[in-house]
Every structure is written in structure tokens, then in C-alpha cells.
């Protein structure tokens, strides 16, 4: 291994290189007022182009909205002494929108170099962009050792991670199920923490509901000639918010936050004028709870909350579930688990410490196909936000570790 991270730490200028040319090319998806995942795709492909892997093929998803009318999802295999088992490092190319560019210090789409030499800026740099750079340098070092590694390095770089991956993962299971094979293994670096020491293994059922609440509209200056929803529907979340935390407020230490989770996020529509009574109010709200709330739990105690505010305010309630997302957990005694918490232990010198999170992972789609799947990265967590930020230094320490990670399995 000594070796191994010596020609490793000589990776930090082609890191940089790699990191600066995809910050400039942003895949923004197009539901996000993008053109999609092209022109990174490209650049990509010709970089893992200079790797001698086995087998470097595309399951593109047609999407005329995007650039080159395709979503594309790159897969590389470098064979191992057994082909019939496969470590895959899942990452995705697309990113979010920069947000409010007044919050950036630096230009989001021109990666820059702070005078440390070690920490970068720039939309992606960590979501997902340092993922990208660790699996594609680690198949460079695994392919350049002049030895098989014991099982297959496969890497799978995806399109359309952060609006749910219709046209990235979820089409590459659809068109391609033989790809994954029932004795592989998946690391997915979309989460992490500075020491590197945490590994994800389980994820929170997330539900996301949409409440319509609808009343009656009218001209301010007559209130009772209408029946308010607004104000109806802001008791509604109020209520609920309050309702939902109280009645499932099981703590589980393994997760952080250590308790389910309900948060108010999006609100649609509204009337224009400031004299308007709106006859009806949308709002949603994310839950994320453990698996021991059903559907059904969640449910009748929405109900329950709802009928309140449809009796006192007379108004109607609809609630309707848009996105459901649960998944088993990766056993603790899973092989990839042991031989990640091995690699932390042996590189990063402290102990793997096990968790859960909120979710919204490769890894729960990835679990639900009855294959286990671990989270983690040396990483700051920033993602989303305004600067986003991360360290050359930390995907190198991550490139060691997944060089550890294959080597080491079976
Ligand atoms: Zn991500």
C-alpha cells in the first residue's frame, strides 16, 4: 500500500485539471433550466478514454430537451481475477443551479484554487465532482499496478441525480438489469464528513406531500362573503408540523438527525393581489421518518390534523403523496461494510463509526434491488449551497481508500 499512496499524492495537480474541467462545463438538468449532462459527458469520456478498462460502453436516456438529445450514463468495467463480481463507484455528473450568485464569492462555473493550494470552489466541487475524480483516478491506479484486482472495478457515472434519476440510474436499472449482479457491491461518495470516518448504511422513508387546501375567494374588504385558505391552510401546516413531531418522535442514536424529520418546503401559486381572499393554498412537506412508521401511520394522522382544520375553518383538505422513497438497510456485517470501516481504521488511524441519514442517495434505489450499498467520503457536506467548497487532499485520502476498499475484498 505504501507505494500505492505514494503514486496517489502525485495525483493532486491531474485532480485539480479534472475538477477545473467540469466545473466549467455545468450539467444542469433541463428541469432545472439547463441543457443536461453533454458536454461533461464528453469531457469525461475522453479522459476515461486514456484508462485501459475492459469494457467502456453508454445506457443513454433520449431526452430531447437536453443538449445532444440524450441524458447520458457512462459505464467502465476493469475485469478482476473473479469477473463474476463487480465493486461499482456510482457517481452522477449532473448539478444544481448556482442559486443567488450575490452569495458567491468566487464565479460558480470557474473553479478557483484558494491560496492554501488545497481547498477549491465552484458549483459541483463536491456534488458530485469529487466522486467523479476519485473513481476514475482510483481505476487509473488499480489499471496502471500491473495486477488484476480481486474482483471487477466497475464505475457508473450517471445523469439526472438531483431531480430524482428517472433518466440516470432508475433507466440504467430499467434497460440494463443485468448489469447488476447479485454478488456485486456499491460505494456511492454523495455524503460524507472531514474525518472520512462515517459509512452510511441505511436511509430514512422519505415521503413528500402535497396539501391543497381550498376555501372560498372573495374581496378582502368582505371576508365573510369567502372562506380564506390561506389562512386556513397556514393553521393546516402549523398543526401538522407541530402534530407530526410530537406523535413520531422515536429517537435512533444511528441516525443524524438522530429523530424523523417534517419541514414545510414548498408553496405554489397565491393570488396577485393584495386585496384578494385566495380561494385555495398549496403547500408541501417533507417528511423523513424511520421505518418503523408505516405509510398508513403517517397517513391516519394527517387525517386526524386535517379533519380539525376542515371542520373549524370549513374549508376542504386534500393531501396526495408525490414522492415515496423507502429502503432496507445494508447489513452492518456486509463484507463492503467491514472492509470500508477496515480501510478508515488502517489509513485514516480512528474507528468507522456506522450512521443513517435523512436520505436521498443512490444508495436507497441501489439497496432496494436487495444489493448492499455504503455512503461515504471525506467531505464537508456543503452541498447546494452558495461556495460550495472541498479539498484536493480529501479525494486523494478518498482515492486510498477505495484502493484499499478493492484490493481488499473478495
Ligand atoms: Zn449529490
Known sequence: MESTIKKINTLKGYALELQKNMTCRP????????KGEYQKALYLESELN?????????????????????????IAKYYGENKNKTLWLMAHMDVVAAGDLSLWKTNPFELTLDKDKDTIYGRGVEDNQQAIVAALLTAKIITESGKRP???????????????????LLYVIKQRPDLFGKDDLFIVQDC??????????AEKNIFWFKFTVTGKQCHASIPDH??????ASSNLAVRLTKGLREKFNKID????????????????????????????????????????????????????????VENEFKVKVEQEIVVNVASTPTPKDSPLVKAYADAVKELYKVDAKIIG???GTFAADIRNLGLPAVVGSKMYSNPHGPNERTRLSFVLDDIKLLVYVITHLK
Open 357 to 359: 441519514v435523512g436520505g
Open 226 to 231: 369567502g372562506i380564506n385558505a390561506f389562512e
Open 27 to 34: 450539467a444542469i438538468s433541463p428541469a432545472l433550466g439547463g
Open 192 to 201: 460524507g464528513d472531514p474525518e472520512g470516518r462515517e459509512i452510511e448504511i
Open 150 to 168: 480481486p474482483i471487477n472495478l466497475g464505475l457508473m457515472l450517471l445523469s439526472d441525480e438531483e431531480v430524482g434519476n428517472e433518466n440516470g
Open 50 to 74: 486514456k484508462i485501459k478498462f475492459d469494457e467502456l460502453f453508454h445506457v443513454d436516456a433520449p431526452d430531447t430537451k437536453a443538449e445532444g438529445n440524450i441524458r447520458p450514463n457512462i
Open 253 to 308: 442514536p444511528l441516525f443524524s438527525p438522530n429523530v424523523s424529520t417534517f419541514e414545510l418546503t414548498k408553496r405554489e401559486g397565491g393570488v396577485p393581489n393584495v386585496n384578494i381572499i385566495p380561494g385555495s393554498d398549496v403547500f408541501y412537506m417533507d417528511c423523513r421518518v424511520f421505518a418503523d412508521y408505516s405509510k398508513e401511520d403517517l397517513v391516519e394522522e394527517i387525517e386526524r390534523i386535517a379533519d380539525t
